[in-house]
């Protein structure tokens, strides 16, 4: 397996190669030459296996340049009980209408430890092979700094740079981060906001000279590591949904999945498990206000807005309305063609808009997805009346996957629908709903407490560049 750019620039690379980026030098995105497929015997073989035994069959599918032994432990160094809080890594749980699927048992309470705990592994590996380090530079407002910290803390040959906004962040999603303290996690409050840290990581790692002395990389969204990880939980979702289906009848259990969604990630790695020959019927694609991806779904047409024209929610993970893994579908769309790829993206550069309405009534039928979006008044009722009828709390991300697929369930169809975090991240808008927040188990009680470990930096590359040379592995 050998990946290329979506935009035709990249010489075909293994997976190995491809670890640190996920952006091809030509500006476009790393994707795989061709997409494997799983057949239904294979499919029925891996019911037997445990999480970390089926993410060594799913990821091995791609993980080109690595061997199958070494690939099998770092899964189970990856989705180890302790790590997740006990088996199963990732629980069903009935809800009324539709099944929970639990992707938020790891250290942060959201779903990106279920990629990133994979990648801090990989990364750790590869780096003791080829006896080199590397130094993550990156901007967070919350959910993905904390994920790769946490992954990331103590790994041999790696140092984490996470830049959030001073005074922007949740009391919890602070107390996560900054009260870690290994020696390889470097938190950097910069006065300013969070598209201010995106703009400092682009200029430092735009000094071509510095990232090369430095070996800066990243763990962000588009990296194609993490979008393999997620594969592996829409198979075990689909398995373990269909468990309870008479063996005969299991080719053909189809369910659909609902995906709060961003940046396209999650959902991208879903329709890439349904490329694969998993039987999904639709993949819904669940928004916030922030519904530039519902309208593309919609309306085949795309139309980014800037971080001023984007709203501050209550499902603050999907405030964004630039979806950076969009370009993969595109291609996807556009027949794997990066010349028609270069083409559409000069004109959304020039114009701001993707226009793809000729194409758009492919994406129900041919490539599975639909969309909707979501409020906060949505999601308010949808906290409350889970738990009234359930007892269950979800968090507001999952609160507008489950308002958007209640709005696509299907006769014959089973609808399940992903847990992105856990409620207890959330406390304001869980109280507003139920009156109180999510119970805080004692260890998190703590977390609260604890001394914080933060440096303070006006917005300015200079100062963040000093703390790199001071703190860099090397
Ligand atoms: C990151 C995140 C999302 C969005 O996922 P994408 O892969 O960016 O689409 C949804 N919910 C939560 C809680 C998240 O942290």
Redesign the pocket.
């Known amino acids: 397996m050998k990946y290329r750019s979506t935009r035709g620039g990249l010489p075909p690379a293994p997976f190995t190669e491809i670890l640190i980026e996920g952006l091809a030098p030509d500006g476009g995105l790393v994707v795989p030459e061709t997409v494997p497929t799983v057949t239904p015997d294979e499919l029925e073989a891996w019911r037997e296996l445990d999480y970390a035994g089926l993410a060594a069959e799913v990821i091995g599918r791609y993980a080109s340049g690595l061997s199958a032994e070494a690939l099998a432990d770092i899964c189970r160094a990856a989705y180890a009980p302790e790590v997740f809080g006990g088996e199963p890594i990732v629980p069903l749980t009935p809800l009324g209408e539709v099944t929970l699927v639990g992707l938020?048992e790891g250290p942060t309470l959201?779903?990106?430890d279920m990629a990133m705990q994979f990648l801090g592994q990989l990364l750790e590996h590869e780096l003791t092979e080829r006896g080199t380090t590397l130094n993550i530079l990156g901007a967070t407002s919350?959910?993905?700094g904390s994920?790769a910290e946490y992954a990331l803390r103590g790994k041999h040959g790696v140092a984490v740079f996470m830049l959030s906004p001073q005074g922007r962040m949740s009391a919890f999603q602070r107390a996560q981060m900054y009260s870690l303290t290994d020696e390889n996690i470097h938190n950097i409050a910069v006065e300013g906001d969070f598209d201010d840290c995106q703009h400092l990581v682009k200029v430092l790692a735009g000094d071509t000279a510095f990232k090369r002395e430095h070996r800066l990389g990243a763990v962000n969204?588009i990296n194609f590591a993490r979008i393999a990880a997620?594969l592996v939980y829409y198979f075990w979702a689909w398995l373990r949904h269909s468990d309870a289906v008479e063996p005969a009848e299991r080719a053909g259990h189809r369910v659909s999945i609902t995906?709060?969604?961003?940046?396209?990630?999650?959902?991208?790695?879903g329709w890439l498990a349904r490329r694969m020959g998993l039987p999904l019927h639709r993949l819904v694609l669940a928004t916030n206000e922030n519904n530039v991806?519902d309208e593309f779904f919609r309306t085949g047409v795309y139309r980014p807005r800037t971080g001023e024209a984007t709203f501050a929610t209550s499902?603050p993970?999907?405030d964004?309305s630039r979806?950076?893994?969009l370009e993969r579908f595109v291609f996807e769309v556009l027949g794997r063609d990066p010349e028609a790829l270069r083409e559409h993206w000069a004109g959304l550069e020039r114009d701001g808009v993707l226009d793809l309405s000729a194409e758009q009534h492919r994406f129900a039928a041919e490539f599975g997805i639909v969309s909707g979006a979501s409020s906060h008044a949505e999601r308010v009722e949808t906290i409350r009346e889970t738990h009234r009828a359930t007892g269950v709390v979800v968090?507001p991300?999952?609160a507008?996957g489950l308002a958007v697929a209640a709005r696509h369930l299907e006769p014959g169809i089973p609808m399940l629908v992903?847990e992105?975090?856990k409620p207890q991240?959330f406390p304001e808008i869980v109280a507003e709903a139920i009156g109180a927040p999510a119970e805080l188990p004692a260890e998190l009680r703590e977390l609260l407490e604890a001394p914080q470990h933060v440096v303070d930096v006006p917005n300015d590359a200079v100062a963040v560049r000093n703390l790199i040379e001071a703190h860099a592995a090397h």
Do not use: C, E, R, Y
Request: glycine fraction near 8%.
């Open positions: 938020s959201a779903f990106k919350g959910d993905t994920a969204s997620q995906v709060p969604s961003g940046n396209f990630g999650n959902i991208f790695s991806l499902s993970s999907m964004i979806a950076s893994n968090d991300h999952t507008d992903l992105t975090a991240k």
